[in-house]
């Protein structure tokens, strides 16, 4: 969410003033192109890793703040939610074993991480989204005790009027709202930079629009939100829908504050800053900003603060950077696509690909923006987000071909040569670029390896039970850092058994529900009844509040007897229902469930989050779970 700012504001002087600092930044940066101070000898990589941090439960755990304590190091540093950590490196010449460094600075932070980590009884997790996270992790509770991100959701929500909406099709449906931008934190990405010289951004930028889709139909590793089977690539979906401002008449285009972009860039970057500076409101200010200029004159390089402060806040996928190294100013682009994936190895071997691809591709194409229309680029890139390898792409030659297709036979051909011609070590070139050859000819992708699992898991135990074995299996397949094309399917056994997945009942409560509105006649409920052989139908009202409950057994007490009539038809269910029923909610444990049942009398315990019906557990749950732990029970005993 970018870089960390102190007693930010947002009373509109303050955003006046900001704004004259910033156009000053735009100004400099104009100035600084045209002098010829922009490094444009150096070519340099460098990436940020996000992880997630989980408890012995596989489910987020809000620690992040102890182990960055614990660990001490100034290249970690927090995100969004209190479950999250991210870590930079620090840049490498794009040369020689820079893939192999690469690779050993990767291990080393996450060894590190893991290690602090371990001290608090956790486990750390690469995945584009964590199968366990459910909505209720993603709380203001949750958010790191950063100015920054309080100051931005409190800006995006003003100029929003209204909750966020997520809507995802994938094999699953899934619609919510919410009233704060932690939906975004359930995303974790691996970040790669790569550093262009400023009369090359133009090219070596729409390279990357190019490249970008066959490079993620190969990296996708976030299949899941929450039980949701959504796209190859959900995080894409996710961070577009759960940052989205937009409101206004139909009849104007609004642009999203998360996107792919609007065209192939023309000359150079500063089309890229003066577009999000037209485009996209000021969200908070700073009191003080460097003069840049000031700067300038006494032989200073520009830190450019206002201009960095305002593109953290416009999420492209691909990013414009101005940055500082050894020194001297530079320019570079930031891929932000890539998920955390399986392995350091499967990591290493996106970014060989995509760093191979944008070397590759600009000896091969002078000017990609002549053989590729900008938006086949953009439509491919959401094709690889929701298909992932499954993929169909309009490719160079204008037919429609399919990702595994082109990545197999013309791009990593291609990324091999532009890797060469960087002079990266052979041996690492063939190592990388393999694992990516092998995941596409087998086609098991995160994503693919974390479907097939779930589909391979026949059991009727819960579906949260199945994804915390899951990430369970993950973290056990990513300890043994084998790449993720060469991972076994995860087994059911793995998640933990028991003790893991049925301590509370959000863990197994039924969340398909049959319900009817007041309203409804008594007859529709007891059909619902038959044809779904249920003992009770929950009655809610449009907003979906629980008004009440009707019972089998109420309905055998009208046997005999005509069902209570309103001018000839049947009556409505309000007329029989219990109203004000005993409700639990999603956290509640299972003992307790069970202890209320026992007490009060009743076999149905409606699930309520915040105020609104969103599961039920009744004695048939118990008694699935019972005849699953009698099974496995039985099964240790032979």
Not at 466 to 480: D, G, P
Request: with cysteine.
């Amino acid at each position: 969410m970018g870089q960390e700012v102190k007693q930010s504001k947002t009373d509109s002087k303050d955003l006046r003033r900001f704004t004259h600092y910033l156009l000053n930044d735009m100004r400099a940066l104009e100035a600084s192109l045209q002098d010829g101070i922009i490094e444009s000898d150096k070519r340099r990589i460098g990436a940020e890793q996000e992880l997630v941090l989980v408890d012995r439960k596989w489910r987020p755990v809000s620690i992040a703040k102890e182990v960055l304590e614990s660990i001490n190091d100034p290249h970690f540093t927090p995100e969004v939610a209190k479950f999250n950590i991210e870590f930079n490196l620090d840049p490498l010449p794009f040369e020689g074993d820079c893939l192999s460094i690469l690779k050993k600075e990767l291990v080393k932070y996450v060894e590190m991480t893991h290690h602090a980590a371990k001290k608090f009884d956790a486990e750390i997790v690469l995945t584009g989204i964590l199968p366990t996270i459910r909505k209720s992790d993603l709380t203001l509770e949750n958010m790191t005790e950063r100015e920054r991100y309080f100051t931005i959701n409190d800006a995006l929500a003003r100029m929003r009027g209204a909750e966020y909406e997520l809507d995802i099709k994938g094999t699953d449906e899934l619609k919510l709202t919410h009233d704060n931008l932690m939906l975004e934190a359930a995303n974790t990405s691996f970040q790669v930079h790569f550093q262009v010289a400023p009369d090359e951004f133009a090219r070596r930028y729409n390279i990357a629009q190019a490249a970008v889709a066959p490079v993620l139909a190969a990296a996708v590793n976030s299949p899941f939100l929450g039980r949701y089977r959504l796209w190859r690539e959900t995080r894409i979906a996710v961070f577009q829908q759960s940052i989205d401002t937009r409101t206004g008449p139909f009849e104007r285009k609004f642009p999203p504050r998360v996107h792919f972009g609007n065209d192939w860039i023309k000359e150079s970057v500063l089309e890229i800053f003066r577009e999000d500076i037209a485009h996209y409101k000021v969200l908070f200010a700073v009191d003080k900003c460097e003069d840049p200029f000031e700067a300038l004159e006494a032989g200073r390089v520009p830190e450019l603060q206002a201009l960095k402060i305002h593109n953290g806040t416009i999420y492209r996928w691909n990013r414009a950077c101005y940055g500082i190294s050894e020194g001297k100013p530079h320019l570079r682009i930031e891929n932000r696509v890539l998920p955390s994936v399986p392995t350091i190895e499967d990591e290493v071997a996106n970014a060989a690909f995509w760093f191979g691809l944008m070397s590759g591709m600009s000896v091969e194409y002078e000017d990609i923006t002549k053989v590729m229309e900008f938006d086949d680029a953009r439509d491919n890139f959401f094709a690889a987000a929701r298909h992932g390898l499954g993929a169909q792409f309009k490719w160079l030659d204008g037919r429609r071909r399919t990702a595994c297709n082109i990545i197999l036979e013309e791009l990593l051909p291609m990324a091999k040569d532009g890797l060469e011609a960087s002079n990266i070590n052979p041996g690492d070139i063939d190592r990388f670029l393999g694992v990516i050859e092998q995941r596409v000819i087998k086609e098991q992708t995160g994503s693919a390896w974390m479907v097939n699992s779930l589909a391979g898991m026949t059991s009727p135990a819960p579906t949260w039970e199945k994804l915390h074995a899951i990430v369970a299996a993950t973290v056990t397949r990513q300890k043994e850092g084998t790449p993720v094309h060469e991972w076994t399917l995860a087994l059911l056994e793995e998640g933990g058994g028991w003790e893991m997945n049925y301590t509370q009942v959000d863990q197994y409560m039924t969340s398909d529900l049959f319900t009817v509105h007041p309203h409804d006649p008594i007859d529709l409920a007891a059909q619902l009844m038959v044809w779904n052989r249920i003992r009770h139908v929950l009655v809610e009202d449009e907003e979906h509040h629980l008004v009440g409950i009707l019972s089998h057994r109420t309905l055998l007490r009208l046997i005999g007897h005509p069902f209570p009539q309103e001018g000839g038809q049947s009556a409505p269910v309000s007329a029989i229902m219990i109203k004000d029923p005993i409700t639990i909610t999603p956290e509640t444990l299972t003992l307790d469930a069970i202890r209320i049942m026992r007490e009060k009398r009743i076999s149905c315990l409606p699930v309520l989050k915040e105020g609104m019906l969103v599961g039920v557990v009744t004695e048939d749950s118990f008694l699935e779970i019972a005849a699953n732990l009698l099974k496995q029970k039985l099964k240790e005993k032979s």
